[in-house]
């Protein structure tokens, strides 16, 4: 991912200014990667290495929503409803 990337996704979902770090960023920069790693899988199948590291980061962003969705529902709905997720 590049940086102008990131910056984009940072902008578009952060809570204030400041804002780097947060779940609804971090679901948003995982989404894109996992979409991307997604790309690449279809392309070469037999590159295992990579499926875990999806597999790895499909739980990281699970666990991510999860807390979100406990938290503050509001926020989660707006999170998934941005970024077509299924709930």
């Given at each position: 991912?590049?940086?102008?990337?990131?910056?984009?996704?940072?902008?578009?979902?952060?809570l204030?200014?400041?804002?780097?770090?947060?779940a609804?960023?971090?679901?948003?920069?995982?989404t894109?990667?996992?979409?991307?790693?997604?790309?690449?899988?279809?392309?070469?199948?037999?590159?295992?290495?990579s499926?875990?590291?999806?597999?790895?980061?499909?739980?990281?962003?699970?666990?991510?929503?999860?807390?979100?969705?406990?938290?503050?529902?509001?926020?989660?709905?707006?999170?998934?409803?941005?970024l077509n997720?299924?709930?």
């Amino acid at each position: 991912m590049e940086a102008a990337q990131k910056t984009e996704y940072t902008k578009e979902f952060k809570l204030h200014e400041k804002d780097t770090g947060s779940a609804d960023v971090q679901i948003a920069l995982l989404t894109h990667r996992i979409n991307d790693l997604t790309k690449h899988l279809q392309k070469f199948k037999k590159d295992h290495s990579s499926r875990r590291g999806l597999l790895m980061m499909v739980a990281q962003r699970k666990k991510l929503q999860d807390y979100l969705k406990k938290s503050d529902s509001s926020r989660y709905d707006k999170v998934i409803q941005k970024l077509n997720l299924r709930k």
